[in-house]
T-cell receptor, first 113, second 116 residues
Framework: GENVEQHPSTLSVQEGDSAVIKCTYS??????FPWYKQELGKGPQLIID?????GEKKDQRIAVTLNKTAKHFSLHITETQPEDSAVYFC????????????FGTGTQLKVEL | GAGVSQSPSNKVTEKGKDVELRCDPI?????LYWYRQSLGQGLEFLIY????????KSGLPSDRFSAERTGGSVSTLTIQRTQQEDSAVYLC??????????????FGNGTRLTVT
């Protein structure tokens, strides 16, 4: 089955700096890659996603890049703010597995003042 | 609009007891998922319902776990004879899946289960 690896597990940045989280996947048939943000005591919330026919997607301070050849994708957050502090999960969708997502193990991002 | 609703938000039970967790998906969403999140871990897939198709149960960890989805809407996840290792946050998600359209998953806030 699909395997998604995510790193780093923790990331601390100064407010205003950029943060990058990286994920790799194993199934070359995967075609959808969302990123979720989870705040304490809440469920994960979708923040951005990318499909396999696109190499990069931006939404204000957030961007995601995808390298299908290398089977890795990354989340980039620019001009980080304290409210960006949360756990971030990457995921991939296996086209042979219905619409279920396989998640990475998460990255605890802390933005320090 | 209303999101995915899960109840109870917290559940403490004694080892060996049965528990039922409830999920109300977003109205009109045809797909429903259950995931489990252990402390400091990622999300582990449990089961997936899509319309009237047979559910994908490939993630259920043992036969003590079962789930139903009645009338294509509300779902209950049942854990029989609970064990301490069942302690986790159980997350439900729904999505609007039509044909090959890739639809995002929307998660509830989960039920935190503690088995003592």
């Amino acid at each position: 089955g699909e395997n998604v690896e995510q790193h780093p597990s923790t990331l601390s940045v100064q407010e205003g700096d950029s943060a990058v989280i990286k994920c790799t996947y194993s199934d070359s048939a995967s075609n959808y890659f969302p990123w979720y943000k989870q705040e304490l005591g809440k469920g994960p919330q979708l923040i951005i996603d990318i499909r396999s026919n696109v190499g990069e997607k931006k939404d204000q301070r957030i961007a995601v890049t995808l390298n299908k050849t290398a089977k890795h994708f990354s989340l980039h957050i620019t001009e980080t703010q304290p409210e960006d502090s949360a756990v971030y999960f990457c995921a991939s969708r296996n086209t042979g597995g219905g619409n279920k997502l396989t998640f990475g193990t998460g990255t605890q991002l802390k933005v320090e003042l | 609009g209303a999101g995915v609703s899960q109840s109870p938000s917290n559940k403490v039970t004694e080892k060996g007891k049965d528990v039922e967790l409830r999920c109300d998906p977003i109205s009109g969403h045809t797909a429903l998922y259950w995931y489990r999140q252990s402390l400091g871990q990622g999300l582990e897939f449990l089961i997936y319902f899509q319309g009237n198709s047979a559910p994908d149960k490939s993630g259920l960890p043992s036969d003590r776990f079962s789930a139903e989805r009645t009338g294509g809407s509300v779902s209950t996840l049942t854990i029989q004879r609970t064990q301490q290792e069942d302690s986790a946050v159980y997350l439900c998600a729904s999505s609007l899946n039509t044909g090959h359209l890739i639809s995002p998953l929307h998660f509830g806030n989960g039920t935190r289960l503690t088995v003592t």
